[in-house]
């Protein structure tokens, strides 16, 4: 089953699907207010997110606050960072890694 990247102003989704369409139709049932930005049939049948590249390391853990954070921004990225920096009092690039390395965690 071919796999797509389906871009959105506020999200990236990666999923299966037999079509473009029904591609599509799983980004409505997940982000009903979202907008299709970008929708690209991936050449092979799986993604991989490089955990060195975004400063990951083997002992990284999942954060409860940024978790929380990225609840409460339903997924918004930056709101998610403000959220945390005014939580924790954090700086921005500490907020975003910290926000970033959760949701490749899969809040």
């Keep these: 089953m071919p796999l ?19 591609a599509r139709e ?6 009903p207010e979202e907008e299709v930005v970008r929708l ?14 975004m400063g990951l390391t083997e ?3 999942p954060c409860e606050v940024a978790r929380d954070c990225l609840m ?4 918004d990225k930056l709101g998610a960072i403000r959220l945390y920096m005014k939580k924790t009092g954090a700086d921005m690039e500490k ?13």
């Design 4 to 22: 797509y990247e389906i871009e959105t102003a506020g999200h990236i989704v990666i999923t299966w699907a037999e079509t473009e369409e029904i």
């Design 26 to 31: 799983k980004l409505v049932e997940a982000f």
């Design 40 to 53: 690209t049939k991936r050449p092979r049948d799986s993604w991989v997110i490089s955990k060195s590249i």
């Design 59 to 61: 002992t990284s853990k």
């Design 72 to 75: 409460e921004a339903h997924g």
């Design 95 to 107: 907020s975003r890694r910290a926000i970033e390395s959760n949701m490749v965690m899969g809040w």
